[in-house]
């Protein structure tokens, strides 16, 4: 018996292409998603790094948020070396001072604090001021009659001071003067004393005071004479300048720290007795003083002193020159006469 033979029919083309498209379907579908994921991923990372290299300008009128800090993508090399990083020191905070803290305080100068301090003012026609017995101001009604504030001693000092203040006045015009104190910038004491014209040239003022500390005034009586009398009588007198030149320096003698007489013409004064000064069981010191007024368009000085006894000159000092001393006192000399009655320079 013959086999029986298979006859294979042959397919429809549209069927196998069905059948494929289903295979396709089955197996691709994950492969195909796989593939989509992947290029998502690759477009969301590369739209982060364009990102932050390229930051978008803020809209005007928009307030944009503070960006935070992005890390960039990491390398794509599988092997990744991590450096240790390098410590860093972070500065202080600095904190902005406010308007007031950066405007300086500027506080008010104090007041120098001054201490005692002298004037003589509104002179007729020759005022001096002595302090502890040495010349510390002069002034004139023929140039400069007001000191001004003349300062003395140490501040806040508790060491008491003595103070002579004499006016001299020449035979025309008016005579007097005026002399104040002050005490750390505040007066507290003046004295003033204005007389008539008088024909004769004498010492017109004489005022000796003591000052305390604390600002304290005390009037002291002058000096008097001890007996008995000297056995001799004593003049003395003074001259200042040249004949044709204005005052440019004002001459005095002191007996004892006293004024007796002042000058500042050119002849001078006459002849002024010290004998009711004197005393015949004492010596007595006699200082001689020529001060500089710096007047200007005087370039020359002169002055010169004369003491006498009985009828007889015992002693002169003169000098001249070029003025070129700054205004004050430009000379001093002390001479003296002895208990004996002898005249010693």
Do not use: C
Not at 42 to 60: K, N
Not at 289 to 296: G, K, M, Q, V, Y
């Amino acid at each position: 018996m013959a086999p029986k033979t298979r006859r294979i029919r042959a397919e429809n083309p549209l069927i196998m292409v069905l059948r494929l498209l289903f295979v396709l379907l089955v197996l691709g579908g994950p492969v195909l998603a796989v593939g989509f994921w992947l290029l998502s991923a690759a477009s969301t990372i590369r739209s982060d790094a364009q990102l932050h290299d390229s930051p978008i300008a803020p809209s005007p009128g928009i307030i944009q948020p503070t960006p935070t800090q992005t890390h960039p993508p990491y390398p794509t090399t599988t092997a990744i070396q991590i450096a240790r990083p390098t410590p860093v020191v972070m500065p202080s905070p600095t904190v902005t001072p406010s308007l007031a803290q950066r405007i300086p305080t500027v506080e008010p100068p104090e007041k120098p604090e001054t201490g005692w301090e002298v004037r003589a003012l509104h002179t007729f026609d020759i005022s001096v001021v002595l302090v502890d017995g040495a010349v510390t101001a002069v002034a004139t009604s023929a140039y400069q009659d007001d000191t001004g504030w003349v300062a003395f001693g140490e501040i806040n000092s508790d060491r008491e001071h003595e103070v002579v203040l004499a006016t001299w006045s020449l035979p025309y015009g008016g005579r007097g003067s005026a002399f104040a104190l002050r005490y750390h910038g505040v007066e507290v004491w003046q004295d003033e004393d204005q007389q008539p014209g008088d024909e004769t040239s004498s010492m017109t003022y004489v005022q000796r005071l003591r000052l305390k500390p604390g600002g304290q005034v005390e009037p002291l009586p002058l000096p008097e004479k001890a007996p008995p009398p000297t056995s001799d009588r004593w003049y003395v007198r003074a001259r200042s300048g040249f004949e044709s030149a204005k005052p440019a320096m004002v001459t005095g003698i002191l007996v004892d720290g006293i004024p007796v007489v002042l000058a500042t013409r050119p002849h001078g004064n006459d002849w002024v007795e010290i004998t009711p000064l004197l005393s015949g069981d004492q010596e007595h010191t006699i200082d001689l003083f020529a001060w500089n007024l710096d007047r200007p368009g005087i370039p020359r000085y002169a002055y010169g002193f004369d003491i006498k006894r009985n009828d007889d000159i015992v002693g002169t000092v003169k000098d001249s020159g070029l003025l070129l001393h700054p205004p004050g006192l430009v000379m001093l000399q002390q001479v003296r006469i002895t208990d004996k009655g002898e005249f010693q320079t």
